[in-house]
Every structure is written in structure tokens, then in C-alpha cells.
């Protein structure tokens, strides 16, 4: 069973655009959310992340919105550049379960070009 | 600063040969872990290491081994690869705990199993 999913494996957008990739959740206990942009040949880095006990998470042009009651955060890049053309994954961790739980379950991944 | 390194880069293997994959990180981090990226199905994680000393079983541990030989380095073992293993391996690193993980990844491991 899927616990983080990214249902489009793809989106394209127009460069000066917004870029709105979406993440959905299965469980409860997860509680705390990161973002990780891959390039090809190269390990995932990690770009932004979130708290249960927020709503919104800014850092410059990349914006986390999380939805605890439908169980979805989305990330906003505003405006896209072709340098952000890259695979998103979406992460997340359920921190206060205690023991050795602290491991990532991460989503499929969304491809995102950027078009000039 | 060199982060998370890993070799060898690429490798092929025949069914049945065994390898090690090499992963050090100078970041002084507690936590490693190493995670296998097949196309469609994202990062699943396949051993971990909360601490130097101690080691457990991830999503998909079944055909491999690992050893935490001391707080810098954590080796992936395949002792008997099988064509299933073809994919690319990423090992990580950590020094967040209870708060969440931000994890700092190696450029990754391209293994191919003919």
C-alpha cells in the first residue's frame, strides 16, 4: 500500500510560470513532510520541508502548503525557471512514533520541465 | 566538502556474481541509509543505520546485506545478484532525529544485473 503518492508522473509549465506539484498521504502519524529535486545522474537534494503544526512553509521561490484534514501538501514554485526542470519527490516521517520510525517514505516522483 | 560518496559509479554484474557497494560520509552523521530508485516506483529504502553499531531491515531488504563499519562508512552487499537488483542505489546520510529527516544523498550507484 502507497502511503505518499504523486499521481502525475509529469507536468510541464511555461518558464515565469507557477508550478504547483501535489502530494498525497495515507497515514495519520506522518508528520513531517520534505521535498527533494533530483537531476538526472545525480542524488536527490533536498529543497524544502514542513511541520505537522504548520500550514505554509516559504523559502524564496518555493512554498509548501499543507492540508492535514485531506491528507495533501502541494508545492508552489513561483515564477518557474528551466533550471527547475527536474524529478520532485515527495517525502515524509512520522517523528513522535517513537523508536526507530524515522525513516523517509518517499512518493514516485513528478518530472517537471520547465519550458523556456 | 565532499558529502556522501559512493562507489563504483556504474557496475554490471552477471546473475550470481556477488559486490559491495562503498558509501563514506564526512558530515559526522549518526544516521545512514541506503535506498534503491526504479523507474515508476521512487526512492524505497532497503537497510538503515540509526547509529554506528546498529542496523535495520528497510522496505526491500530481501538479496542484500549491509555493515556499518564505522560512523563514516555503510556498505551494501549483494551476495548472489539476480536481474531484480538492476537499478540505481543511493546511499544517505542523517543527523536529524525525532524532528524529521533531511536526508544528504551520494550521486548514486547505476547496477546493472544481466
Known amino acids: 500500500d502507497q502511503q505518499v503518492k504523486q499521481n502525475s508522473p509529469s507536468l510541464s509549465v511555461q518558464e515565469g510560470r507557477i508550478s504547483i506539484l501535489n502530494c498525497d498521504y495515507t497515514?495519520?502519524?506522518?508528520?513531517?513532510f520534505l521535498w527533494y529535486k533530483k537531476y538526472p545522474a545525480e542524488g536527490p537534494t533536498f529543497l524544502i520541508s514542513?511541520?505537522?503544526?504548520?500550514d505554509k512553509n516559504e523559502d524564496g521561490r518555493f512554498t509548501v502548503f499543507l492540508n492535514k484534514s485531506a491528507k495533501h501538501l502541494s508545492l508552489h514554485i513561483v515564477p518557474s525557471q528551466p533550471g527547475d526542470s527536474a524529478v520532485y519527490f515527495c517525502?515524509?516521517?512520522?517523528?513522535?512514533?517513537?523508536?526507530?520510525?524515522?525513516?523517509?517514505?518517499f512518493g514516485k516522483g513528478t518530472l517537471l520541465t520547465v519550458n523556456p | 566538502n565532499a558529502g556522501v560518496t559512493q562507489t563504483p559509479k556504474f557496475q554490471v554484474l552477471k546473475t550470481g556474481q556477488s559486490m559491495t557497494l562503498q558509501c563514506a560520509q564526512d558530515?559526522?552523521?549518526?544516521?545512514m541509509y541506503w535506498y534503491r530508485q526504479d523507474p515508476g516506483m521512487g526512492l524505497r529504502l532497503i537497510y538503515y543505520?540509526?547509529?554506528?553499531?546498529?542496523?535495520d531491515k528497510g522496505e526491500v531488504p530481501n538479496g542484500y546485506n549491509v555493515s556499518r563499519l564505522n560512523k563514516r562508512e555503510f556498505s551494501l552487499r549483494l551476495e548472489s545478484a539476480a536481474p531484480s537488483q538492476t537499478s540505481v542505489y543511493f546511499c544517505?546520510?542523517?543527523?536529524?532525529?525525532?524532528?524529521?529527516?533531511?536526508?544528504?544523498f551520494g550521486s548514486g550507484t547505476q547496477l546493472s544485473v544481466l
Open positions: 544517505a546520510s542523517s543527523n536529524q532525529e525525532g524532528v524529521g529527516e533531511k536526508l544528504f
Open positions: 497515514n495519520s502519524m506522518f508528520d513531517y
Open positions: 514542513i511541520s505537522s503544526i504548520k
Open positions: 517525502a515524509a516521517s512520522a517523528t513522535r512514533s517513537g523508536g526507530s520510525n524515522y525513516k523517509l517514505t
Open positions: 558530515m559526522n552523521h549518526n544516521s
Open positions: 543505520s540509526a547509529s554506528e553499531g546498529t542496523t
